[in-house]
């Protein structure tokens, strides 16, 4: 079975933060673009990459939290788009 085969498949319910690992964390924060420009909380991915170099164990763990929770903050899930 090849590694990228297990972001496909679901896990059983209630176990999907058992699959949260520290690469899994950081592939998605540095597939970002640090030039996009914040969301509506003013977190840029440059401020969330240097908060991922200061303490990658505290944000794999509110990550796997707010998973097994089913819990993510509101302002996070917002987006703002601006046409240009």
Known sequence: MDDRDQYYKLPPAGQAHERITE???????CSQSVKKAPGPGKWSFRAIRLLWK???TRI???TKAA???GRHPA???RASR???
């Open 82 to 84: 601006v046409v240009i």
């Open 54 to 56: 200061c303490n990658r």
């Open 23 to 29: 690469q899994s964390v950081e592939r998605a924060l």
């Open 60 to 62: 794999v763990g509110l």
């Open 75 to 77: 302002i996070g899930t």
């Open 67 to 69: 998973v097994r929770m």
